[in-house]
């Protein structure tokens, strides 16, 4: 039966699927979903609700480490290392000491404050890569899903849609090595997972703004077999998430125990398509790009995060020429904005090849819009959900953008995301729809103070 329409719109200026229109009329049924568009025109009654601005799609973040939130910006002093070297390890020696303190209902506060800025800045939906699940002291919660839960009600409260992603996380390095004392949190079996799993997707379902899927940690979290127990026991999930070649040391150890690479031994290994994603895949050979890029699976790119950690660059230009998908995530959360994501995107390639405009095509010469409508399906299909365009059939996730925003004064259509992209730094996101719900209202979120003074007594908590 054809859900009834309820509520209508009229963007001045919208980027629909087929690219730019005035006038758009888009009728939203009851469910969230786009029923109905028409451009041009100038039939609509009075009830419509009139969007002063230009519409975008919703942009998906597709990977969040709650907690990390709660720390950014608290490890950008030298920790004193061997040769005074920092680094992604001794920056995550600082992060679980971070993580020692919070509890399941701290996560709450987190992930609310968090969502609500991943709000704002213009993301309509986030997927958390959730493996904090027992709680300071490394017990049992008495509901093993307790911290997925949390933040999952942190997101149905605040509004974002969620992908909930419960992490398996057995060891503490490549060939099963045992996990460190500082890893006690994360520590689960197969069996263990899957009961958390199993909670977290009864959680979603029927929620048309929520999907579900699993995450083995990475390759020097989890072994082969537990691996493919898990993904014959959930083979019905919609994606599969996967942290892969971040750091040139996990290249090496992955190279030691197997003599092969992290993202070629797990396209040897596994039946890598469309549900998987591929979390930085930042160290990849030419062989391992190309087979990547035909693969059909997503790779998740987080650059202020990779850049903040030292990571590397990921081979983008050579990744995108052979059509390879990929969407963007804020992963440390040190952004939270997908602005800065697909700047420093581009920028980095810009850096190391000496040249501009790198990643577009001779099709879309936009770079901003090439970047943001490829993150936005790269996004959709990494959570398993019909979002990332404006088109029937889809879900109503959109931003609104304030085109008479100083910053923006005579911009339009492509050289207006380019400029929003490029230029400036003050946000015009003033409105965000989720299924056709209004959830940034003039900048505002309704319960922003609630939120903001909720997350400010667990900082102070944690500081004391
Ligand atoms: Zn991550």
């Known amino acids: 039966m054809k859900a009834e329409t309820v509520k209508s719109f009229l963007a001045e200026r919208a980027l ?87 509890g399941a209902e701290d996560m709450h506060s987190i992930a609310s404050q968090l969502y609500l800025e991943m709000l704002k800045f213009g993301y309509t939906g986030v997927a958390e890569f959730q493996y904090l699940h027992h709680d300071p002291d490394g017990n049992r919660y008495e509901n093993p899903a307790e911290i997925s839960l949390q933040c999952l009600q942190a997101a149905n409260e605040v509004g974002i849609a969620y992908t909930a992603l419960p992490v398996l996380y057995q060891y503490g390095g490549f060939g099963s090595i045992k996990a460190a004392a500082s890893q006690k949190r994360f520590i689960n079996t197969a069996d263990e997972f899957l009961i958390i799993a199993q909670s977290l997707a009864k959680a979603v379902d029927g929620n048309p703004d929520a999907s ?11 072994d082969e077999s537990s691996l493919r127990n898990v993904l014959r026991q959930c083979e019905d999930v919609k994606v599969i998430h996967i942290h892969i070649a971040e750091q040139l040391k ?18 040897n290994h596994f039946d890598v398509n469309e549900k998987w994603c591929l979390i930085h895949a930042t160290h990849m050979s030419d062989e391992e790009v190309r087979r990547l890029a035909n693969c059909t699976a997503v790779a998740g790119l987080c650059p202020t995060t990779e850049a903040n950690l030292g990571d590397g660059i990921f081979r983008a ?49 936009s770079t901003g819009k090439y970047l943001y ?60 729809y989720i299924g056709g719900v ?22 102070n908590k944690l500081a004391g």
């Not at 899927?213 to 979290?221: E, F, K, Q, T, Y």
């Not at 910053?407 to 380019?418: A, E, P, Y």
């Open 250 to 267: 996990e290249v090496e150890d992955c190279l030691s125990w197997s003599k092969q690479r992290p993202v070629e031994w797990l396209l």
């Open 438 to 459: 209004r959830l940034i209202a003039d900048r505002m979120h309704h319960n922003e103070d609630q939120i903001n003074a909720g997350f400010q007594s667990v900082v």
């Open 212 to 222: 579900f899927g699993i995450a083995p940690h990475s390759l020097r979290a989890v």
């Open 373 to 432: 409508q490829q993150a936005c399906s790269g996004g959709a299909q990494a959570t398993g959900r019909l979002t990332g365009k404006i088109q029937v059939g889809y879900r109503a996730d959109f931003v609104v953008i304030d085109h008479d925003h100083p910053r923006l004064f005579g911009r339009s259509d492509d050289d207006l995301i380019d400029s929003w992209i490029f230029s400036g730094n003050d946000n015009p996101v003033t409105d965000v």
């Open 317 to 365: 230009h050579d990744y995108f020429s052979l059509g390879g998908r990929w969407g963007i995530g804020s992963d440390s959360h040190i952004s939270v904005s997908p602005v800065e994501e697909l700047r420093w995107l581009e920028y980095a390639q810009r850096l190391v090849r000496h040249q501009r405009n790198v990643l577009n095509t001779t099709n879309m010469p």
């Open 16 to 102: 629909l699927a087929n690219g730019w229109h005035s006038d758009v009329l888009i009728t939203v049924d009851g469910q969230g979903y786009i029923a109905g568009i028409a451009a041009n025109t100038r039939l609509h009654s009075d009830r419509c609700v009139r969007l002063k601005g230009t519409l975008l799609p919703g942009i998906t973040n597709l990977h969040s480490h709650v907690h990390q939130r709660a720390m950014a910006g608290l490890a950008e002093k030298s920790t004193g290392s061997v040769d005074n070297k920092d680094s992604f390890w001794s920056w995550r020696s600082v992060m679980y000491h971070h993580l020692e303190k919070i």
